[in-house]
């Protein structure tokens, strides 16, 4: 079954489609960082550089050598900056053309499905009016839309991050399954599985001393300690993108101050103020899973080691297995794994997807 993904970035979205039995056949992205890291881990995908708003279907179908009847699935994650609907409907809006962009290539191919991905606040976002069109505009498609807030912590990411999912089903295409089952939560209260914890997923990346960089690619110097370790670690033989940044004495001693788990609260008070974000000097719980990742702003740190994650410690967090590789220089990198979906959680959402269309 054939996946275009837009706004693909790094491709965290398609790998959770990858690994649940999908092929990767196109993805699109402005940036070109991640397009080159997408193309590097997708070869077989045909994958554009450019503004979404400059291609449509057929663009796709030629760069893919498909049908329109071959695409099953659509996925991205459009940006949802511009989205106002004060007055006129959100299609209709300028700002949105990126999100009209999504809505015409999803007109234009017709997928069995579509899976549209968004930060949590788009539910809210103007008294809830944005969700509303979104459904609408898709509804009006023929397509039967489901709307759901999914954490990926449950479903065995070891991450406390929030994203809202919308899934369409062609009416036309599948008439045997009127809405879709979004998956269940496997991890976690009330499940037969804990949550998997910082310490589940990196503490067998901790043997990089926190003073000199080592390199990119290494040897594993340690056995997985966990069951989550061994599933990171089943296709790749070796650690990449494992290159620490080096901090400052001064940086530190600071964070050498604050305990497993702690912030800026646990420093003395004349430290307070050197950070002027309420999110400096935190570090991860290891035995929680962790806060949301961020791009890279260096203000999260180890549980243990007196340093800011490495691109592979914050992979693993988001849950990309060991084999995937990330291009650019360290910031670039950082902010690829960022922005991406987990892994993990798109294929909660993959697996629904395929039992889906099988049985339509």
Avoid at 59 to 86: N, R
Avoid at 178 to 187: D, I, N, R, S, V
Avoid at 336 to 343: E, F, L, R, S, T
Wanted: hydrophobic share 35%.
């Amino acid at each position: 079954m054939n996946v275009v993904d837009l706004f693909c970035g790094c491709g965290g979205f398609s790998k959770g489609f990858c690994q649940a039995g999908f092929h990767i056949s196109y993805g699109i992205d402005n940036w070109k960082d991640a397009a080159i890291t997408y193309k590097h881990n997708f070869s077989d995908a045909a994958v554009d550089n450019k503004d979404i708003a400059d291609i449509c279907g057929n663009d796709i179908l030629k760069a893919t050598g498909l049908e329109a009847d071959d695409i099953d699935v659509i996925i991205g994650g459009p940006p949802c900056q511009g989205f106002s609907v004060s007055g006129k409907r959100m299609l209709e809006d300028p700002r949105n053309r990126l999100y009209k962009s999504f809505v015409d290539i999803v007109a234009d191919l017709r997928p069995s499905v579509f899976v549209m991905e968004n930060v949590p606040g788009l539910i809210r976002l103007f008294d809830g009016k944005v969700k509303n069109e979104v459904i609408h505009d898709f509804s009006e498609l023929g397509y039967n839309v489901q709307m759901k807030l999914l954490t990926a912590d449950r479903f065995g990411v070891p991450q406390q991050r929030q994203r809202v999912f919308f899934v369409g089903i062609n009416q036309e295409k599948i008439k045997n399954t009127k809405e879709f089952a979004f998956p269940e939560e496997t991890h976690g209260d009330g499940t037969d599985k804990p949550h998997i914890t910082c310490k589940d997923a990196i503490s067998d990346l901790d043997f990089i001393p926190d003073d000199r960089v080592i390199g990119e690619c290494m040897e594993y110097q340690i056995p997985p300690q966990s069951e989550y370790q061994s599933l990171m670690r089943k296709n790749s033989t070796k650690v990449l993108n494992h290159s620490v940044t080096l901090h400052t004495e001064k940086t530190k001693n600071i964070i050498a101050m604050v305990p497993d788990g702690g912030n800026y609260k646990d420093l003395p008070k004349e430290l307070w103020g050197i950070r002027k974000v309420n999110i400096a000097w935190t570090r991860m719980n290891s035995n929680k899973p962790c806060f949301t990742i961020d791009t890279g702003h260096n203000h999260h740190f180890h549980y243990k080691e007196n340093r800011v994650p490495t691109v592979r410690e914050s992979a693993r967090i988001q849950s990309f297995p060991d084999d995937f590789e990330f291009i650019g220089i360290k910031t670039s990198q950082l902010r690829q794994v960022g922005n991406a979906v987990p892994p993990l959680l798109a294929q909660a959402i993959a697996e629904q997807v395929k039992e889906t269309i099988k049985r339509g």
